[in-house]
């Protein structure tokens, strides 16, 4: 007698369970010599050696493809379990883009929504670290969190590091009311939020009271050695050139890295300089580093914002041209 236990974390339950345990009942038929359970996220199986290595090859597909695509019918679904000689029916190919992200808590699934988040996704995927810049509103935080969160399911990466610098339009954390922590977590905010659609709120207090995920100011990231996890820096267009190198310079040799930003939000005191330009410029010609620019087209909030967006950006250009050349604009202006 052999026991196996399968972890279907990664996909959507419904998908793989079926309506009503619809393709779970195939599931059972297709093996009816083993003794086949379900427990929350894991699938455990009992019986002879060689029927418990069948069932969970077959199960292992059936996650991949899920994990892929999403979505596969009862149909496709037996095809892949094949009949009881163990002959395979033809899979479907790949009907869609692998725009989904993660599946988060009841079965929610999360998207890559635009072109350019997709593109996030797949570069993530073959480089160590992503810079993913554009304008608020774009999904680059969401994405790049969903992609931390997918990562730690798959049992890439141990855990996953969220950080930011403390830094805030014009306000200063030592006005804000409470201790160190309830000081900072406003900044945070955004990170808890997107962690909220993608873990049920049980398994993100454990992860959290275990430090599995760490949320913390980029100030605390200093002096220490990032391995084995998903690092996540958000909002680096307000972290100064030296806080950058030594961000940069924490990643161990088993970690990943997305670093996201908005350079038309610099939120820095005058006298500070963002070192998020310097850093996409010195570090563009490095393999294993890649770059990706979204644009008011990947914006996913309400409609308008897209116009706003567009708006500023062509309100900057022309405060820039008459930065250069002050004449022009007194002379238009006495016209």
Request: aromatic share 6%; net charge neutral; charged share 25%.
């Amino acid at each position: 007698m052999t026991e196996a236990i399968i972890n279907i974390e990664s996909v959507n339950p419904i998908e793989f369970f079926g309506i009503n345990n619809g393709k779970f009942d195939l599931l059972k038929k297709r093996f009816p010599l083993l003794k086949i359970l379900s427990r929350g996220s894991q699938i455990k199986l009992s019986g002879k050696p060689e029927e418990v290595s069948s069932a969970r090859e077959r199960i292992e597909q059936v996650i991949r493809y899920l994990e892929r695509n999403g979505h596969l019918s009862e149909q496709y679904f037996a095809q892949i379990l094949g009949d009881d000689d163990g002959v395979d029916g033809p899979v479907p190919e790949e009907a869609q883009n692998n725009d989904i992200l993660v599946f988060g808590p009841n079965g929610k699934v999360i998207r890559a929504k635009t072109q350019n988040q997709r593109l996030m996704a797949t570069v993530a995927e073959k480089n160590d670290i992503l810079f993913a810049l554009g304008p608020a509103g774009t999904g680059k935080t969401y994405t790049a969190v969903a992609l931390a969160v997918r990562a730690l399911k798959n049992k890439a990466v141990r855990k996953i590091i969220l950080t930011r610098p403390a830094v805030e339009a014009g306000e200063s954390l030592g006005f804000l009311p409470g201790d160190l922590k309830e000081k900072i977590d406003p900044y945070l905010r955004p990170l808890y939020d997107a962690l909220d659609d993608m873990l049920p709120s049980d398994k993100l207090n454990y992860y959290m009271a275990n430090r599995i995920i760490e949320i913390a100011p980029l100030a605390y990231m200093r002096g220490r050695t990032l391995d084995n996890a998903f690092i996540i820096l958000d909002e680096a267009q307000n972290a100064t050139d030296l806080q950058l190198k030594m961000f940069l310079t924490r990643i161990g040799p088993s970690a990943k890295a997305i670093i996201t930003g908005d350079m038309s939000q610099v939120d820095l005191p005058k006298n500070q300089r963002s070192g998020l330009a310097k850093a996409t410029r010195i570090l563009r010609n490095i393999e294993g580093i890649a770059h990706i620019q979204l644009d008011e087209s990947d914006v996913v909030r309400h409609r308008l914002v897209k116009h706003i967006i567009r708006a500023y950006d062509t309100e900057q250009v022309r405060e820039e041209a008459h930065l250069e050349h002050p004449a022009m604009g007194d002379s238009r202006r006495k016209a």
